[in-house]
């Protein structure tokens, strides 16, 4: 609403009013990031120490050092975890964009018997929540000997249901003139496929990608439950697992592990925003 | 992860004439291959990790399987479900998921509401405000967790260091089974809201500019624009958001895990942590499996209820 330009002085005001309050929404929420970076400068035995009573030194480090980063990666092995994650996810973020164009193509472009029956399928995949059939995924992926695996942690999601969706509805929106005329010059299904409607996919695989990183990086109920081995557990369980309830944590470790597990993420966001958000509102998906 | 089926009845995409493909293709065999191909990695992804799982869910809910022992199964028909019925923790679980569910909707959607309308205004500062409140979707469950559990921690942690400092007696948060619940939702707000203010904020820039120009000469605005105006415009928009709410509010399990193992005293144990509990510490698939299709018919039910509420209440 453009309305700057015949301002009047109470909407001016209000105006101010709604400035304010976005600035203490970006407050609340960007504080507990500032928070995690700050304390995870701070030497561990300094870490509470700052922190009551509240003074300053709560929230920046008086004297910053990197000390608890390099502790996670000499002492608790978290290069390991690491480098477990960043495996996951490329695999899983390259197989589900390969899947995904595939079918996503053929949805999007072919009508054969059957096809609208398994399109309807994917759908309900779409809907099921991960959590209610994670026990019998489970099962699936243990008899399928995948469980302490790599393959384990990426395989269940390269089918992503909503990918595939994301894809289709791509796919209908290039207009079908392209490949009419690439089928009548002679190209083969395929060579239509690769030559014709991946390089006009590229937007809607750069989303599908990304959701696929967001949601490959973050997981944590699956790696928790299908890997046992701690050399192939991923970083967000490492985290999660420094602490347990009721116990004191290495504050400032901690501090450092859960800055490394989130910011990498943020920034990628910052800069890609625009696709990843279009996926999210396209598909209704969460990371 | 759910909205597709509603947006594909939306869009007329099937409306492009002439949509028989064969049509265009000489080599029907070499077709036929390449359609294969594409689709059936998909496909077999799709039936051994999503559909699979959902129908041996449904048939392990009326055996007893052990987790330790697949092979050892016996059949027994509606015994799990009775089980349930008695089961005072579950129901307990499942009294939290509710109260949980419907804090959510009671906060986060209005809240929601009033943020997308307030970015939409593009005022100064919107930018960085968008940026933060969406911060926490490309944060993992596990890192928000941690950082709010230490935030919580009742002798040092950074919410008790305000309260002290503002004069006011510090608070036990996670360790009372009373706070414990809400202090878990408020952690769910601030991770989720963020979605929800982006479809909002969807479905408002889809808003055509002379419907507001129009009121703004019929002098409506403030409050009454956004009840009369804008709430029946978002319908759809809202039915979505409070969908999205009620399917993320069932699913919530890592702040639980992380931060109070479902207690003190069962007070934040919900239905996804009791099934893992069955699952994984005591190892009884097919009572899990009753609890997980228990919640798949509820969440459906709810789901329904919903729909037919906004339906009515807001038709006009």
């Known amino acids: 609403m453009a309305l700057s330009s015949a301002a009047t002085p109470g909407e001016r005001v209000r105006r101010r009013l709604g400035s304010v309050v976005l600035l203490a929404v970006t407050v609340v929420f ?39 980063y390099a502790t996670i990666f000499s002492e ?39 096809s609208r029956v398994l399109f309807a399928l ?114 967000q369980v490492a985290i999660a697992t420094f602490t347990d309830p009721g116990q004191l944590p290495t504050w400032g470790e901690l501090f450092a592990a859960a800055s490394v597990a989130a910011v990498p993420l943020l920034v990628v966001f910052l800069f890609l925003q625009r696709y990843y958000i279009r996926g999210v509102v396209t598909s209704g998906m969460k990371g | 992860m759910t909205t597709q089926a509603l947006r594909t009845e939306a869009e007329p995409t099937e409306a492009v004439p002439g949509r028989t493909a064969a049509t265009a293709v000489r080599t029907p065999r070499s077709h036929k291959l390449t359609i294969g191909v594409l689709l059936a990695p998909a496909c077999v992804g799709l039936a051994i990790f999503q559909l699979g799982p959902l129908v041996y869910a449904l048939l392990n809910s009326f055996r007893q399987v052990s987790l330790l ?68 979707l490309v944060t993992s469950g596990a890192v928000i967790a941690v950082i709010w559990n230490l935030m919580y921690f009742p002798d040092t942690g950074l919410f008790n260091a305000i309260i002290d400092w503002s004069g006011l007696p510090t608070q036990p948060f996670l360790t009372s089974s009373a706070q414990a619940l809400p202090a878990i939702l408020l952690v769910g ?39 009369f105006v804008m709430l029946p415009l978002l319908r759809r928009t809202t039915m979505v958001v409070t969908f999205m709410a009620t399917v993320f509010s069932f699913r919530v399990f890592t702040p639980i895990f992380v931060m109070t193992q479902g207690g003190p005293d069962n007070a934040t144990n919900n239905a996804v942590y009791f099934m893992y509990q069955q699952a994984f510490q005591f190892s009884n698939l097919g009572y899990a499996s009753a609890v997980g299709v228990t919640v798949i018919v509820l969440v459906a039910g709810l789901l329904a209820l919903q729909a037919r509420l906004l339906r009515t209440d807001l038709e006009y």
């Open chain 1, 30 to 68: 960007f504080f507990p990031y500032l928070w995690m970076l700050a304390s995870s400068l701070k030497p561990t035995a300094d870490v509470f120490k700052y922190g009551f009573p509240l003074s300053w030194k709560t929230f920046l480090p008086p004297e910053p050092t990197l000390a608890n």
């Open chain 1, 76 to 114: 608790f092995g978290f290069g390991r975890n690491l480098l477990n994650s960043l495996i996951v996810v490329v695999c899983q973020v390259v197989l589900t964009i390969v899947v995904c164009a595939g079918a996503g193509f053929v949805f999007g472009r072919y009508r054969f018997r059957g």
């Open chain 1, 122 to 235: 994917v759908m309900v995949a779409s809907f099921i929540p991960f959590e209610v059939v994670m026990v019998p995924m489970y099962v699936v992926t243990r008899e399928l000997r995948l469980t302490d695996t790599y393959a384990g942690l990426f395989l269940p999601w390269v089918a992503n249901a909503i990918g595939i969706f994301l894809i289709r509805q791509s796919v209908q929106e290039i207009p079908r003139s392209l490949d009419e005329a690439a089928a009548i010059d002679g190209a083969s299904t395929w060579r239509t496929f690769v030559q014709i409607i991946l390089p006009n996919l590229r937007p809607a695989l750069l989303t599908v990608g990304l959701i696929s990183a967001v949601a490959g990086w973050n997981q944590f109920l699956w790696p928790l439950i299908a890997v046992q081995d701690p050399n192939k557990q991923v970083v």
């Open chain 2, 69 to 136: 022992d697949l092979t050892n199964s016996k059949y027994v028909g509606l015994a799990n479900y009775a089980e349930l019925l008695q089961d005072t923790t579950f129901w307990h679980s499942m009294g939290n998921t509710l109260l949980y569910v419907v804090g959510k909707l009671v906060v986060q959607v209005p809240l929601a509401f009033a943020l997308a309308v307030l970015l939409d205004r593009k005022l100064r500062g919107t930018a960085l405000a968008r940026a933060a409140l969406f911060a926490p």
């Open chain 2, 189 to 227: 707000i601030w991770e989720d809201i963020g979605f929800s203010v982006l479809i909002f904020l969807a479905g408002l820039q889809a808003v055509p500019a002379s419907v507001y120009e129009a009121a703004e000469l019929d002098g409506v605005r403030g409050f009454r624009l956004a009840r």
